[in-house]
T-cell receptor
Framework: DTAVSQTPKYLVTQMGNDKSIKCEQN?????MYWYKQDSKKFLKIMFS???????INETVPNRFSPKSPDKAHLNLHINSLELGDSAVYFC?????????????FGQGTRLTVV | GENVEQHPSTLSVQEGDSAVIKCTYS??????FPWYKQELGKRPQLIID?????GEKKDQRIAVTLNKTAKHFSLHITETQPEDSAVYFC???????????FGSGTKLNVKP
């Protein structure tokens, strides 16, 4: 049973395109996150949702638009892709936001913009 | 906001030796400090965590220590094995804060 699953695992696309990454968790968690991991492996928070509501938007360009249709899903849509968007994007979830609970990560989506 | 710094960025040890990774944090209200291990091409996974009311926690070959006064915490791996080779991330969080701040990662290489 996969706890946090995201699709696709790999995504290669041209500059200027629009793409989406989907994420689902079957852990019953209230909080979901999107993290960006750049080529230097640094994990940077992008968004945090608690029970379908946006809680944190860490100065991410508005080309990135998260959508949470229910608390088990948090999708990421990216408009007008740029070369600098190339990275690995991780979805994660936790039971209660930040309160002594583990964040479970999806397997990551490697986005390459050419 | 919170700022988590992690050192060293790379660490190479001989199999059987110990490895120590150190992190500092800036927000004295942070009260939860997990450590994640990320193997090449895989997702980060929790290996150990510590709460602010505890100074040390051990799980077999790995241990974490926390100094709240100095605002730093460390990961200790003893009797390292090649399968310990990975990138290790420290993180800090606090109650109802809705995010984890991660350190910049340490690439550990255990040479057989």
């Amino acid at each position: 049973d996969t706890a946090v699953s995201q699709t696709p695992k790999y995504l290669v696309t041209q500059m200027g395109n629009d793409k989406s990454i989907k994420c689902e968790q079957n852990l019953g968690h209230d909080t979901m996150y999107w993290y960006k991991q750049d080529s230097k492996k640094f994990l940077k928070i992008m968004f945090s949702y608690n029970n379908k509501e946006l809680i944190i938007n860490e100065t991410v360009p508005n080309r990135f638009s998260p959508k949470s249709p229910d608390k088990a899903h948090l999708n990421l849509h990216i408009n007008s892709l740029e070369l600098g968007d190339s990275a690995v994007y991780f979805c994660a979830s936790s039971q209660v936001p930040g309160a002594y609970t583990e964040a479970f990560f999806g397997q990551g989506t490697r986005l390459t913009v050419v | 906001g919170e700022n988590v710094e992690q050192h060293p960025s790379t660490l190479s040890v001989q199999e059987g030796d110990s490895a120590v990774i150190k992190c500092t944090y800036s927000d004295s209200a942070s009260n939860y400090f997990p450590w994640y291990k990320q193997e090449l091409g895989k997702r980060p996974q929790l290996i150990i965590d510590i709460r602010s009311n505890v100074g040390e926690k051990k799980d077999q070959r790995i241990a974490v220590t926390l100094n709240k006064t100095a605002k730093h915490f460390s990961l200790h791996i003893t009797e390292t094995q090649p399968e310990d080779s990975a990138v290790y991330f420290c993180a800090a969080s606090k109650d109802n804060f809705n995010k984890f701040y991660f350190g910049s990662g340490t690439k550990l290489n255990v040479k057989p």
